[in-house]
């Protein structure tokens, strides 16, 4: 059973950076990859960016390249997502998940089976 834990979310100041991480444990052969989600209130979950683990390349949703970065430690099988110029718009829930399967778009969050806990990152001076 693949689980996921999130940490590293926080209160930060505008302009400010943020660093999470993923931890998995569980057989790695079950799902393709680990991709960052986000979601605010009222707000539907936000596909950020994922890594594939067969050969690590990386995707992006469009309004968060440059800005946030994802990588991995495969000795730790932990999965991070750097966050920069963080403004009071990123403020939402942080989650990781697996995806198992490719519907459309690796950021598609109906592709992803298991998920981690989920950390509040809020940007506020």
């Known amino acids: 059973q693949v689980q996921l834990v999130e940490s590293g979310g926080g209160l930060v100041q505008p302009g400010g950076s943020l660093r999470l991480s993923c931890a998995a444990s569980g057989p790695s052969s079950d799902y393709y990859g680990i991709g960052w989600f986000r979601q605010a209130p009222g707000k539907e979950r936000e596909g950020l960016s994922c890594i594939l683990n067969s050969n690590g390349r990386t995707y992006y949703s469009e309004s968060m390249k440059g800005r946030f970065i994802i990588s991995r430690d495969n000795a730790k099988n932990t999965v991070y997502l750097q966050m920069n110029s963080l403004t009071p718009e990123d403020t939402a829930v942080y989650y990781c998940?697996?995806?198992?399967?490719?519907?459309?778009?690796?950021?598609?969050?109906?592709?992803?089976?298991?998920w981690g806990q989920g950390t509040q990152v809020t940007v506020s001076s």
């Open positions: 998940a697996a995806v198992t399967v490719l519907v459309g778009s690796w950021l598609d969050p109906q592709g992803y089976t298991y």
